[in-house]
Protein backbone atom coordinates (compact mmCIF):
# COMPACT_ATOMS: atom_id res chain seq x y z
CA UNK A 1 0.00 0.00 0.00
CA UNK A 2 2.75 2.24 1.14
CA UNK A 3 4.24 1.77 -2.41
CA UNK A 4 1.51 2.23 -4.56
CA UNK A 5 1.08 5.70 -2.34
CA UNK A 6 4.34 6.82 -3.55
CA UNK A 7 3.79 6.02 -7.28
CA UNK A 8 0.50 8.09 -7.27
CA UNK A 9 2.61 10.64 -5.60
CA UNK A 10 5.59 11.20 -8.17
CA UNK A 11 2.78 10.99 -10.89
CA UNK A 12 0.64 13.68 -9.35
CA UNK A 13 4.28 15.78 -8.96
CA UNK A 14 5.46 14.97 -12.32
CA UNK A 15 3.55 16.71 -14.67
CA UNK A 16 4.11 19.70 -12.79
CA UNK A 17 7.80 19.52 -12.90
CA UNK A 18 7.35 18.70 -16.62
CA UNK A 19 5.50 21.67 -16.80
CA UNK A 20 7.96 23.82 -15.22
CA UNK A 21 10.71 22.56 -17.87
CA UNK A 22 9.03 23.52 -20.65
CA UNK A 23 8.54 27.33 -19.73
CA UNK A 24 10.76 30.08 -20.17
CA UNK A 25 10.39 33.43 -18.35
CA UNK A 26 11.07 36.27 -20.34
CA UNK A 27 13.90 38.99 -19.06
CA UNK A 28 15.62 41.53 -21.02
CA UNK A 29 19.00 40.76 -22.34
CA UNK A 30 21.50 43.36 -23.46
CA UNK A 31 22.04 42.43 -26.93
CA UNK A 32 25.26 43.87 -29.24
CA UNK A 33 23.89 45.98 -31.76
CA UNK A 34 26.68 45.45 -35.34
CA UNK A 35 27.55 47.96 -38.02
CA UNK A 36 28.56 46.37 -41.38
CA UNK A 37 31.49 48.15 -43.09
CA UNK A 38 33.78 46.70 -45.38
CA UNK A 39 37.43 46.36 -44.83
CA UNK A 40 40.81 46.27 -46.96
CA UNK A 41 43.94 44.34 -46.78
CA UNK A 42 46.90 46.54 -46.38
CA UNK A 43 50.48 45.07 -45.35
CA UNK A 44 51.83 46.53 -42.42
CA UNK A 45 55.06 48.04 -44.33
CA UNK A 46 54.81 49.21 -47.62
CA UNK A 47 58.93 50.12 -48.68
CA UNK A 48 59.95 50.58 -52.55
CA UNK A 49 63.17 48.87 -53.47
CA UNK A 50 65.06 52.31 -54.99
CA UNK A 51 67.75 52.22 -57.53
CA UNK A 52 70.60 53.63 -56.42
CA UNK A 53 72.24 54.07 -59.42
CA UNK A 54 71.23 55.54 -62.25
CA UNK A 55 71.69 54.05 -65.53
CA UNK A 56 69.61 51.36 -67.53
CA UNK A 57 67.79 48.41 -66.03
CA UNK A 58 69.41 45.59 -68.04
CA UNK A 59 67.88 42.62 -65.59
CA UNK A 60 64.51 42.53 -63.96
CA UNK A 61 63.34 38.94 -62.14
CA UNK A 62 60.32 39.98 -60.48
CA UNK A 63 56.78 40.80 -61.03
CA UNK A 64 53.29 41.66 -58.98
CA UNK A 65 52.61 38.86 -56.45
CA UNK A 66 55.86 37.58 -56.60
CA UNK A 67 57.33 36.47 -52.55
CA UNK A 68 60.91 38.13 -52.12
CA UNK A 69 63.17 37.74 -48.98
CA UNK A 70 65.35 40.51 -47.41
CA UNK A 71 68.34 41.26 -49.30
CA UNK A 72 67.43 39.20 -52.33
CA UNK A 73 68.43 40.39 -55.83
CA UNK A 74 65.62 42.02 -57.83
CA UNK A 75 66.93 43.12 -60.50
CA UNK A 76 70.55 44.55 -62.75
CA UNK A 77 71.39 48.67 -63.66
CA UNK A 78 74.17 49.51 -65.36
CA UNK A 79 76.01 52.80 -66.13
CA UNK A 80 78.46 51.88 -69.06
CA UNK A 81 80.51 55.47 -68.36
CA UNK A 82 81.67 53.72 -64.93
CA UNK A 83 82.91 50.68 -67.01
CA UNK A 84 85.10 53.19 -68.82
CA UNK A 85 86.18 55.14 -65.77
CA UNK A 86 87.85 51.53 -64.70
CA UNK A 87 89.25 51.70 -67.90
CA UNK A 88 90.71 54.63 -67.19
CA UNK A 89 92.02 53.78 -63.59
CA UNK A 90 93.83 50.78 -64.84
CA UNK A 91 95.52 53.02 -67.51
CA UNK A 92 96.61 55.43 -64.67
CA UNK A 93 97.87 52.67 -62.44
CA UNK A 94 99.81 51.25 -64.56
CA UNK A 95 101.45 54.31 -65.56
CA UNK A 96 101.65 55.50 -61.87
CA UNK A 97 103.11 51.43 -61.38
CA UNK A 98 106.00 52.29 -64.32
CA UNK A 99 106.63 55.74 -62.85
CA UNK A 100 107.34 53.98 -59.88
CA UNK A 101 109.56 51.55 -60.75
CA UNK A 102 112.09 54.09 -62.49
CA UNK A 103 111.42 56.33 -59.48
CA UNK A 104 112.50 53.36 -57.21
CA UNK A 105 115.62 52.06 -59.99
CA UNK A 106 116.75 56.18 -59.70
CA UNK A 107 116.76 56.08 -56.13
CA UNK A 108 118.46 52.57 -55.67
CA UNK A 109 121.53 54.24 -57.61
CA UNK A 110 121.60 57.75 -55.56
CA UNK A 111 121.92 55.81 -52.44
CA UNK A 112 124.77 53.84 -54.11
CA UNK A 113 126.59 57.57 -55.53
CA UNK A 114 126.06 59.15 -52.35
CA UNK A 115 128.07 56.13 -50.66
CA UNK A 116 130.92 57.22 -52.92
CA UNK A 117 130.74 60.48 -52.56
CA UNK A 118 129.93 61.00 -56.37
CA UNK A 119 125.90 63.29 -55.71
CA UNK A 120 124.57 64.96 -53.02
CA UNK A 121 122.42 64.12 -50.21
CA UNK A 122 120.02 66.97 -51.14
CA UNK A 123 119.79 64.84 -54.64
CA UNK A 124 119.18 61.94 -52.94
CA UNK A 125 116.04 63.52 -50.56
CA UNK A 126 114.60 64.80 -54.01
CA UNK A 127 114.68 61.06 -55.70
CA UNK A 128 112.89 60.09 -51.93
CA UNK A 129 110.28 62.50 -52.19
CA UNK A 130 109.25 61.50 -56.21
CA UNK A 131 108.82 57.77 -54.88
CA UNK A 132 106.63 59.12 -51.84
CA UNK A 133 104.62 61.17 -54.31
CA UNK A 134 103.98 58.24 -56.78
CA UNK A 135 103.31 56.21 -54.50
CA UNK A 136 100.54 58.20 -52.64
CA UNK A 137 99.29 59.06 -56.03
CA UNK A 138 98.78 55.02 -56.54
CA UNK A 139 97.14 54.59 -53.40
CA UNK A 140 94.75 57.86 -54.45
CA UNK A 141 94.11 55.69 -57.26
CA UNK A 142 93.09 52.10 -56.02
CA UNK A 143 91.00 54.47 -53.42
CA UNK A 144 89.23 56.21 -56.55
CA UNK A 145 88.87 52.62 -58.45
CA UNK A 146 87.15 51.27 -54.79
CA UNK A 147 84.77 53.92 -55.01
CA UNK A 148 83.71 53.42 -58.65
CA UNK A 149 83.64 49.17 -57.93
CA UNK A 150 81.29 50.20 -55.11
CA UNK A 151 79.11 52.08 -57.67
CA UNK A 152 78.87 49.46 -60.22
CA UNK A 153 77.25 46.99 -56.80
CA UNK A 154 75.26 49.60 -56.29
CA UNK A 155 73.37 48.81 -59.53
CA UNK A 156 72.21 45.93 -58.13
CA UNK A 157 68.22 46.26 -56.58
CA UNK A 158 67.75 44.87 -53.54
CA UNK A 159 64.72 43.82 -51.41
CA UNK A 160 64.53 45.96 -48.51
CA UNK A 161 62.68 43.45 -46.45
CA UNK A 162 60.68 39.79 -47.13
CA UNK A 163 56.98 40.01 -48.13
CA UNK A 164 55.27 40.25 -51.50
CA UNK A 165 55.75 42.39 -54.57
CA UNK A 166 52.73 44.96 -54.77
CA UNK A 167 53.77 46.65 -58.12
CA UNK A 168 56.97 46.97 -60.70
CA UNK A 169 56.45 50.25 -62.41
CA UNK A 170 59.14 50.00 -64.51
CA UNK A 171 60.20 47.86 -67.11
CA UNK A 172 63.19 45.90 -68.27
CA UNK A 173 65.23 48.19 -70.74
CA UNK A 174 64.09 51.52 -69.09
CA UNK A 175 66.38 54.38 -67.94
CA UNK A 176 66.18 54.63 -64.62
CA UNK A 177 67.22 57.59 -62.31
CA UNK A 178 68.63 57.19 -58.61
CA UNK A 179 66.47 57.13 -56.06
CA UNK A 180 63.70 56.05 -58.58
CA UNK A 181 61.02 52.89 -57.43
CA UNK A 182 61.73 50.66 -59.04
CA UNK A 183 59.41 47.58 -57.14
CA UNK A 184 56.94 47.66 -54.44
CA UNK A 185 57.01 45.40 -51.45
CA UNK A 186 54.78 44.75 -48.84
CA UNK A 187 55.45 42.62 -45.58
CA UNK A 188 55.88 42.50 -41.81
CA UNK A 189 52.46 41.26 -41.86
CA UNK A 190 49.36 41.76 -43.16
CA UNK A 191 45.59 43.59 -41.67
CA UNK A 192 42.23 44.76 -41.98
CA UNK A 193 42.13 48.56 -42.29
CA UNK A 194 38.39 50.19 -42.09
CA UNK A 195 36.86 53.44 -41.82
CA UNK A 196 34.12 53.80 -39.42
CA UNK A 197 31.57 56.88 -39.72
CA UNK A 198 32.68 58.89 -37.04
CA UNK A 199 29.09 59.00 -35.27
CA UNK A 200 30.13 55.10 -33.96
CA UNK A 201 33.68 56.26 -33.14
CA UNK A 202 32.76 56.87 -29.23
CA UNK A 203 31.72 52.95 -29.55
CA UNK A 204 35.20 51.23 -31.00
CA UNK A 205 37.59 50.21 -27.90
CA UNK A 206 40.79 49.05 -28.63
CA UNK A 207 40.86 45.26 -28.26
CA UNK A 208 37.52 44.41 -28.62
CA UNK A 209 36.44 41.25 -31.12
CA UNK A 210 35.66 41.93 -34.65
CA UNK A 211 33.65 39.49 -36.59
CA UNK A 212 34.80 39.24 -40.43
CA UNK A 213 32.79 37.30 -42.91
CA UNK A 214 35.55 35.67 -45.53
CA UNK A 215 35.00 33.45 -48.34
CA UNK A 216 31.33 32.35 -46.64
CA UNK A 217 32.92 31.88 -43.24
CA UNK A 218 32.86 34.08 -40.24
CA UNK A 219 36.52 35.14 -38.66
CA UNK A 220 37.18 37.01 -35.23
CA UNK A 221 39.43 39.60 -35.23
CA UNK A 222 40.88 42.17 -33.00
CA UNK A 223 40.42 45.95 -32.84
CA UNK A 224 44.33 46.57 -32.53
CA UNK A 225 44.78 50.22 -33.53
CA UNK A 226 42.20 53.34 -33.58
CA UNK A 227 44.09 56.67 -36.05
CA UNK A 228 42.98 59.44 -34.30
CA UNK A 229 42.61 61.20 -37.10
CA UNK A 230 39.13 61.65 -38.98
CA UNK A 231 39.63 61.61 -42.82
CA UNK A 232 36.14 62.47 -44.33
CA UNK A 233 34.00 62.09 -41.67
CA UNK A 234 35.60 59.02 -41.34
CA UNK A 235 37.60 56.84 -38.55
CA UNK A 236 40.40 54.43 -39.53
CA UNK A 237 41.36 51.54 -37.42
CA UNK A 238 43.09 48.33 -37.85
CA UNK A 239 42.55 44.68 -36.94
CA UNK A 240 44.47 42.31 -36.78
CA UNK A 241 43.40 38.99 -38.13
CA UNK A 242 45.26 35.45 -37.97
CA UNK A 243 46.59 34.20 -40.76
CA UNK A 244 44.91 36.52 -42.99
CA UNK A 245 45.36 35.93 -46.78
CA UNK A 246 47.83 38.08 -48.89
CA UNK A 247 46.33 36.43 -52.10
CA UNK A 248 45.02 39.97 -52.69
CA UNK A 249 46.04 43.33 -51.12
CA UNK A 250 43.62 46.07 -51.36
CA UNK A 251 40.88 43.24 -51.30
CA UNK A 252 37.91 44.45 -49.67
CA UNK A 253 36.44 42.17 -47.06
CA UNK A 254 33.15 42.66 -45.20
CA UNK A 255 33.57 43.78 -41.24
CA UNK A 256 30.98 43.26 -38.75
CA UNK A 257 31.42 46.33 -35.67
CA UNK A 258 30.51 46.47 -32.35
CA UNK A 259 28.82 49.95 -32.06
CA UNK A 260 26.31 49.92 -29.23
CA UNK A 261 24.43 47.99 -26.58
CA UNK A 262 20.32 47.51 -26.28
CA UNK A 263 18.06 45.87 -24.06
CA UNK A 264 15.55 43.32 -25.47
CA UNK A 265 13.03 40.69 -24.91
CA UNK A 266 14.12 37.25 -26.53
CA UNK A 267 12.64 33.51 -26.66
CA UNK A 268 13.88 30.43 -27.21
CA UNK A 269 13.07 30.20 -31.54
CA UNK A 270 11.60 26.31 -30.93
CA UNK A 271 9.03 28.37 -29.01
CA UNK A 272 7.54 30.34 -31.82
CA UNK A 273 4.54 29.23 -33.87
CA UNK A 274 3.85 30.48 -37.56
CA UNK A 275 0.31 30.25 -38.56
CA UNK A 276 -1.30 31.41 -41.38
CA UNK A 277 1.40 33.83 -41.45
CA UNK A 278 1.01 35.03 -37.83
CA UNK A 279 3.29 34.52 -35.29
CA UNK A 280 2.55 33.36 -31.53
CA UNK A 281 3.62 32.42 -28.28
CA UNK A 282 1.67 30.01 -25.89
CA UNK A 283 2.07 32.31 -22.84
CA UNK A 284 1.03 31.07 -19.55
CA UNK A 285 -1.84 33.10 -17.33
CA UNK A 286 -3.63 32.94 -14.49
CA UNK A 287 -2.82 29.13 -14.71
CA UNK A 288 -4.21 29.03 -17.96
CA UNK A 289 -1.99 28.64 -21.33
CA UNK A 290 -3.18 31.18 -23.85
CA UNK A 291 -2.02 32.02 -27.99
CA UNK A 292 -0.58 35.46 -28.35
CA UNK A 293 -0.02 37.53 -31.14
CA UNK A 294 3.37 38.57 -30.95
CA UNK A 295 5.76 40.67 -33.78
CA UNK A 296 9.65 38.43 -34.10
CA UNK A 297 12.43 40.51 -34.32
CA UNK A 298 16.17 39.35 -35.12
CA UNK A 299 17.49 35.75 -35.17
CA UNK A 300 20.66 35.80 -31.98
CA UNK A 301 22.70 33.14 -30.72
CA UNK A 302 22.97 33.45 -27.24
CA UNK A 303 25.14 31.33 -25.12
CA UNK A 304 25.16 28.71 -27.70
CA UNK A 305 21.02 28.44 -27.83
CA UNK A 306 19.40 30.22 -30.93
CA UNK A 307 16.56 33.12 -29.72
CA UNK A 308 14.47 35.42 -31.63
CA UNK A 309 14.12 38.89 -30.89
CA UNK A 310 10.06 39.93 -29.82
CA UNK A 311 9.19 43.50 -30.76
CA UNK A 312 5.82 43.52 -29.48
CA UNK A 313 3.32 41.14 -27.75
CA UNK A 314 5.59 40.19 -24.71
CA UNK A 315 6.62 41.81 -21.08
CA UNK A 316 9.11 41.26 -19.04
CA UNK A 317 8.28 38.38 -16.52
CA UNK A 318 6.04 36.06 -18.77
CA UNK A 319 6.56 32.55 -19.06
CA UNK A 320 6.61 31.42 -22.40
CA UNK A 321 5.92 27.60 -23.33
CA UNK A 322 8.77 26.29 -24.82
CA UNK A 323 7.74 22.47 -25.52
CA UNK A 324 5.00 20.31 -26.13
CA UNK A 325 2.35 20.38 -23.31
Keep these: MRLIAL ?3 A ?3 LPGLLAAQDRYTVEPVSLTEWKAVYGRIEA ?3 VPARARLGGTLTRLDVTEGDRVSTGEDLGRIQDDKLEFRLSA ?3 RTEALESQLRNAEAELARGETLLERGVTTAQRLDALRTDVNVLRNELDGVEAERRVVEQQVTEGT ?3 PLEGRVLDVPVTEGAVVMPGEVVALIGGNGFFLRIAVPERHASFLVEGDSIEIEERGATRTGTLARIYPQIENGRVVADVEVPNLSDDFVNKRVLVRLQVSKREALVVPEEALI ?3 GLDYLEVVEGGETILRSVLPGQR ?3 EGRRMVEIVTGLEAGDKVVTGDE
Design 274 to 276: TRS
Design 300 to 302: HMI
Design 157 to 159: VLA
Design 7 to 9: VAV
Design 89 to 91: LDA
Design 44 to 46: RDQ
Design 11 to 13: LAV
